[in-house]
């Protein structure tokens, strides 16, 4: 059964930074584009990045460019979110997400088959 774990959410002050990770198992993901979500109490779920299957293209929310950067490491099925000049605005739960796309990088919710469970990202002002 494909699995997603995303690990490295916590409590961080404004300005700092976090590296997120996900590890993926019991499937294919190295061949699938991968996108990062978050959710913020009474919000909706949004794309904040995503990268495609070989790590050549992606793509950032313009709230974040600049200060995150998502990569894979195909060999260790895993994925990387990190973050810099977080601000309270991108307190959230983290999702990872495999895509059902190797080259498209959609922002669609419906376009990703499998989810992790979340890791919550908390930035004290």
């Known amino acids: 059964q494909a699995q997603l774990v995303e690990s490295g959410g916590g409590l961080v002050q404004a300005g700092g930074s976090l590296r997120l990770s996900c590890a993926a198992s019991?499937?294919?993901?190295?061949?699938?584009?991968m996108g990062w979500f978050r959710q913020a109490p009474g919000k909706e779920r949004e794309l904040v990045a995503a990268?495609?299957?070989?790590?050549?293209?992606?793509y950032n929310t313009d709230s974040v460019k600049g200060r995150f950067t998502i990569s894979r490491d195909n060999a260790k099925n895993t994925v990387y979110l990190q973050m810099n000049s977080l601000n309270a605005e991108d307190t959230a739960v983290y999702y990872c997400?495999?895509?059902?796309?190797?080259?498209?990088?959609?922002?669609?919710?419906?376009?990703?088959?499998?989810w992790g469970q979340g890791t919550q990202v908390t930035v004290s002002s």
């Open positions: 997400a495999r895509s059902t796309f190797r080259w498209r990088l959609e922002s669609d919710l419906g376009a990703y088959d499998v």
């Open positions: 019991g499937g294919t993901f190295s061949s699938y584009a």
């Open positions: 990268i495609t299957w070989t790590g050549g293209s992606t």
